[in-house]
């Protein structure tokens, strides 16, 4: 048997020397990657429409809070007292469109938002209900409109261009429902619908939109306008 041991060529070395820097540079690098993987899970996103306030509840008390750009929007700590605990929120003043990152530490981490703004469009083409037309309710703002009319007839209800429709939700009296998720051409009951919302998503940014008519002389229980006063907010 022949027993001669081969030495290894340079070149052979130099691979071996390569392949274990390559190692070592791997092991290296690899607590920085998990640090960035742990970082990404506290990184978190939200839209919100230029001229609106947008407040977001938080686990604890945020500190350092800083703003890559405040032109877009501004932030700041808000509190109340819960019934167990301080409630902590940031709140949000969305100036114009834009993207900004907010960054704050909760118990010693860092966590960040990033944060797109949105200049309003009118995502509503038609919105009626039996002969009252409340389109142009809509045009320039996105909150709800009130009537002091009762809601009832057919709901006829059109995307602007861009936009679908997500969904439709009545809330009111109907016995041990509060809400029906219903479709345009929904007729509704007489004196039991106290507010009407339709949800629309731009087909483009997959920005979502929600207007809403609400009746102020609806005869309802107590737990309907509970869930139409919410469904506001």
């Not at 919100?48 to 750009?69: F, L």
């Not at 700041?76 to 960054?103: E, H, M, P």
């Not at 995502?123 to 809601?151: E, H, Q």
Request: proline share 3%; charged share 20%; hydrophobic share 40%.
């Amino acid at each position: 048997m022949d027993t001669t041991t081969t030495r290894p060529t340079i070149a052979t070395m130099l691979i071996v020397a390569a392949m274990a820097l390559c190692m070592g540079v791997a092991s290296f690098f690899a607590p920085a990657a998990l640090a960035a993987t742990a970082s990404a899970e506290n990184t978190e996103t939200f839209e919100e429409v230029a001229g609106y306030m947008h407040s977001i509840q938080v686990d604890g008390k945020p500190v350092n809070i800083t703003c890559s750009n405040k032109k877009v929007l501004t932030v700041k700590r808000t509190s109340f007292k819960g019934s167990d605990s301080t409630i902590w929120n940031l709140q949000f003043k969305c100036k114009k469109a834009g993207k900004a990152t907010v960054t704050y530490k909760m118990a010693g981490v860092l966590h960040a938002y990033k944060c797109r703004v949105y200049k309003y469009q009118n995502p509503t083409k038609l919105f009626k209900i039996g002969s009252a037309v409340f389109t142009n309710k809509f045009k320039n703002m996105k909150t709800s409109t009130s009537t002091t009319n009762l809601l009832s007839g057919t709901l006829k209800v059109k995307p602007a261009k861009g936009w679908k429709i997500d969904s439709i939700m009545v809330t009111g009296d109907f016995g041990k429902k509060t809400y029906k998720m219903v479709k345009s051409g929904y007729k509704l009951p007489s004196r039991k619908v106290c507010a009407v919302s339709v949800w629309y998503i731009n087909k483009k940014t997959q920005m979502s939109e929600v207007t809403t008519v609400t009746s102020t002389s609806t005869s309802m229980t107590k737990a309907a306008r509970s869930l139409s006063e919410l469904m506001l907010m």
